[in-house]
């Protein structure tokens, strides 16, 4: 899954650069009251369902899928996978102190969003990482089946929408949609397992 010629500096690097860039791709989600698929998805309903932080909610709700990930892909990525999400959710918290948006047209943010969390999510895979939850069962899937880990995060995205159409009118969630378009576009044209892997 990831490139053994990768050294622990390589992957650091790629793991920050993926839980940063990925919290910033939240910010410009949540700025617009949009909201996602995958855990992140999820996470976002919760908090804006109950005002919780986005943050400790997409911590905790990732806890369950570590088991996972541990049993069936390695502690090795359990661990990167764990450091990505505190990245992640510690971006969330700290940047909205110092990023806001005076303008940002929701097509523009959509597809911002789409772009930069995408290219952060390839990142994290390139250096053996995820952001947890459905990314683990995705690349798990991909490893085993050869399902691109794009259409596997796509198809719950489906079901995570749905249930978005229950607190958000239907063109935010429209606006949204096109966001994790471009996201899962940019994974699963640019993410195939032999590109991480030496043969």
Not at 72 to 87: D, E, M, Q
Not at 171 to 188: D, R
Request: without cysteine; proline residues 3%; charged residues 10%.
């Amino acid at each position: 899954m990831t490139n053994p010629s990768h050294t622990p500096l390589d992957d650091a690097q790629g793991i920050a650069y993926g839980g940063i860039v990925a919290g910033f791709g939240l910010l410009i989600l949540t700025s617009l009251g949009f909201v996602t698929g995958q855990t992140a998805g999820m996470a976002v309903l919760i908090s804006y369902a109950t005002g919780w932080s986005f943050g400790a909610v997409f911590f905790l709700i990732n806890i369950p899928f570590y088991w996972l990930g541990w049993k069936r892909i390695g502690p090795a990525f359990v661990w990167k996978s764990l450091a990505a999400v505190t990245l992640l959710s510690l971006t969330t918290a700290v940047l909205p102190h110092y990023v806001h948006f005076d303008l940002l047209h929701p097509a523009a943010g959509a597809i911002l969003f789409g772009l930069i969390t995408g290219s952060a999510l390839l990142a994290l895979f390139r250096h053996g990482s995820s952001l947890g939850g459905i990314g683990i069962v995705a690349l798990y899937l991909q490893d085993k089946t050869g399902l691109r880990a794009g259409w596997t995060q796509m198809g719950f995205d489906v079901a995570v929408f749905a249930l978005a159409l229950t607190l958000r009118d239907l063109e935010t969630v429209a606006w949204s949609f096109l966001g994790a378009v471009v996201m899962n576009m940019v994974i699963g044209i640019n993410h195939r397992r032999d590109r991480y892997v030496a043969t």
